[in-house]
Each structure stands twice: as structure tokens, then as C-alpha cells.
T-cell receptor, first 113, second 113 residues
């Protein structure tokens, strides 16, 4: 059973546009929702994360929107740049799991110049 | 931010040989580290949870005798792929938690000929 569903699988955006990636989860015990950025041949890097007590978190051009009732969260990349082209993974975990993450399937983002 | 160092970044070996991958937390102590496996264009799959001073916890379907994990200190965990075969070729990534955040190593690309 897939604990977190991520969409879309791939996304192409023009430079300056907004990139939106969505994730949905089932287990209400999850209490930490990070997003990771991964470039080819590299490990994932933490981009931004949110806890369920807030509905939105913004860091620079990156924003997480969180809908607890719908069990969904999304990543918004404002003013997308070609350097943002990478694979993005959402993840879920619970505080009682020592940060054992379950990852979404990933979204390949391409930002056209 | 916290740094997790993984070595080697790339290794090519002959079928039947063993390969050791090291994961170090450089500026923090990690009682728990995680090992993931990633196939091309796929998500990260948790293989095992490495606990300092005790046996690793393996995910279902992961052979503990094939993927030996040792967490000898608070800053070092090793993954040894024993008697490697071509189907073990993959990208292996370690991670370690500090506080609420999880940081990843840069990954090891294993190619078994």
C-alpha cells in the first residue's frame, strides 16, 4: 500500500512560472512533511518542511501548503528557474519513527529557459 | 547545515566480490542512520535502519546477510554488499538525523560487472 502519492510524475514549466507538485497521504499519525530536491547522481537535499500545526510555510521562492483535513500537501516554486530543474520528492514521517522517511514517487521538474 | 559524508561516490566491482560503503556524520552525532536504495528514475526505498551499538533493522524483502550494516560509532555506519551480483547495481544513499531534520549523503553508485 502506497503511503504517500505524489503527482505529477513530470512537469515542464517556463522560466518565471510557478511549479506546483502535490502529495497525498493516508496515515494521520504522520506529523512531519519535508520536501527534498535531488540532482542526478547526488543525494536528496532538504528543501523545506512543515508540521501539521500550520497551513503554510514559505522559505524564499519555495512554499509548502498543507491541508490537514484533506491529508494533502503541496510544494510551490515561485519564479521557477532553469537551475530548479531536478527531481523533487515529498516525504512523510512520524515523530515516533526516529525520522524514518517514506518518500513519494518523485516529480521530474524541467524549467525551460 | 549538518553534513553527511558518504564514500565512495562510485564503485565498480566484479560479480562475487564484496563492497563496503561508509557513511559519516561530520558535525553531529547520529544514534540512528538509514540506508536507502534508488534505481534510475525511481524513488528512494528504505533498506534498513542502522542503530549505534545494536543490530540493524531491515525492511521486508531486504536480505540481512547480503547487506551487512555496522554502526560502530555515533558518527559512522557502514553498508557492505556481500557477494555482489549485477542485480545489486544501484544507487545507495545513507542519511542521518539531527534534531528534527534528516540529512543525506551524496550517494554511492554501485556497478557490478
Amino acid at each position: 500500500q502506497q503511503q504517500v502519492k505524489q503527482s505529477p510524475q513530470s512537469l515542464i514549466v517556463q522560466k518565471g512560472g510557478i511549479s506546483i507538485i502535490n502529495c497525498a497521504y493516508e496515515n494521520t499519525a504522520f506529523d512531519y512533511f519535508p520536501w527534498y530536491q535531488q540532482f542526478p547522481g547526488k543525494g536528496p537535499a532538504l528543501l523545506i518542511a512543515i508540521r501539521p500545526d500550520v497551513s503554510e510555510k514559505k522559505e524564499g521562492r519555495f512554499t509548502i501548503s498543507f491541508n490537514k483535513s484533506a491529508k494533502q500537501f503541496s510544494l510551490h516554486i515561485m519564479d521557477s528557474q532553469p537551475g530548479d530543474s531536478a527531481t523533487y520528492f515529498c516525504a512523510v514521517t512520524s515523530s515516533g519513527s526516529a525520522r524514518q522517511l517514506t518518500f513519494g514517487s518523485g516529480t521530474q521538474l524541467t524549467v525551460l529557459p | 547545515g549538518a553534513v553527511v559524508s558518504q564514500h565512495p561516490s562510485r564503485v565498480i566491482c566484479k560479480s562475487g566480490t564484496s563492497v563496503k560503503i561508509e557513511c559519516r556524520s561530520l558535525d553531529f552525532q547520529a544514534t540512528t542512520m538509514f540506508w536507502y536504495r534508488q534505481f534510475p528514475k525511481q524513488s528512494l526505498m528504505l533498506m534498513a535502519t542502522s542503530n549505534e551499538g545494536s543490530k540493524a533493522t531491515y525492511e521486508q524483502g531486504v536480505e540481512k546477510d547480503k547487506f551487512l550494516i555496522n554502526h560502530a560509532s555515533l558518527t559512522l555506519s557502514t553498508l557492505t554488499v556481500t557477494s555482489a551480483h549485477p542485480e545489486d547495481s544501484s544507487f545507495y544513499i545513507c542519511s542521518a538525523a539531527t534534531g528534527a531534520k534528516l540529512f543525506f549523503g551524496s550517494g554511492t553508485q554501485l556497478s557490478v560487472l
